[in-house]
């Protein structure tokens, strides 16, 4: 099947004074879609990465949003999970459990976590096949495009060194053309197990929000964003995102200051 086409995908790259100005046009951008997506089809599925992502979310649970959003309709996923207990402080479930999903009203049949029971490797095919029996049961469509689950929108972080998810730049299940779901046992940055979405079913994503803030990936963002071409013999991961519909980067100033 075809993949999504660069031609397809609108990017909208956002700078802001402070990451606060990001945390709030985050939650305006994610209640916005939230309301187009339940009026078009009754749910919105959302994606949710680790890391400070969760902190920046912290504007959508809080006034207007709270009440105004129809948290009923939401469906929680994780791109990526590290495989340790969902009470550890490691994990992205308790993170955003914390920091988010405990402050809204979703049903806990509709969050998604990992069984964490598993080895990385079955705790991947397990979530792959949790995710397959949504697909026939029709809560998650297939991109008509890639043959992929497509969720409305993804929530994604990004590393200094260019990864997106658990997709590393130097770790091969950033090549996955087939798996859903897949799993890693050497990342890079701790913790070294974790499942994480591969990049077709990414990229089948109808929407796409690199929220990135900070400094310390003020080079990356220059690398992906800055026009140049990419000297290494492949590109960093951040460069890979193409979701279906769009894509929006949302950077504060110090995040954007090479650009
Ligand atoms: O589980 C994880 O570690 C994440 O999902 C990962 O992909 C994260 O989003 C980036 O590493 C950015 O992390 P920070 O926002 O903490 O820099």
Not at 41 to 65: A, C, N, W
Not at 209 to 221: D, H, K, P, R, Y
Request: with cysteine; proline share 8%.
């Amino acid at each position: 099947m075809a993949l999504a086409t660069p031609e397809k995908c609108k990017t909208q790259v956002l700078k802001f004074d402070s990451e606060e100005h990001v945390a709030v046009a985050v939650a305006k951008y994610t209640a916005d879609l939230s309301e187009k997506y339940v009026k078009e089809k009754g749910s919105f599925s959302v994606v949710l990465s680790g890391g400070t992502l969760i902190e920046t979310l912290r504007k959508l649970v809080e006034s207007p949003y709270k009440d105004s959003v129809d948290w009923s309709k939401w469906l929680i996923f994780w791109v990526d999970e590290r495989v340790v207990p969902l009470d550890d402080d490691d994990s992205n479930y308790k993170l955003a459990y914390d920091g988010f999903l405990s402050k809204v009203p979703i049903s806990p049949s509709n969050i998604y976590a990992i069984n964490d029971k598993f080895s990385p490797e079955g705790a991947a095919d397990e979530y792959e096949a949790r995710l397959k029996h949504l697909v026939k049961r029709k809560i998650i469509p297939l991109s008509d495009a890639t043959g992929f689950p497509k969720f409305d929108l993804m929530l994604l972080g990004m590393g200094p060194d260019g990864h997106v998810a658990s997709l590393f730049p130097t770790r091969q299940q950033r090549y996955e053309k087939k798996r859903w779901v897949t799993f890693i046992t050497d990342s890079p940055k701790p913790p070294p197990p974790r499942i994480t979405f591969t990049f077709p079913v990414i990229n089948s994503a109808s929407e796409i929000a690199m929220v990135i803030t900070g400094a310390e990936l003020a080079n990356t963002v220059k690398i992906a964003l800055g026009g140049e071409p990419f000297p290494g013999p492949s590109p960093l991961p951040c460069m890979e995102v193409l979701p279906e519909e769009e894509l929006t980067w949302f950077l504060d100033k110090d995040a954007a200051s090479k650009l």
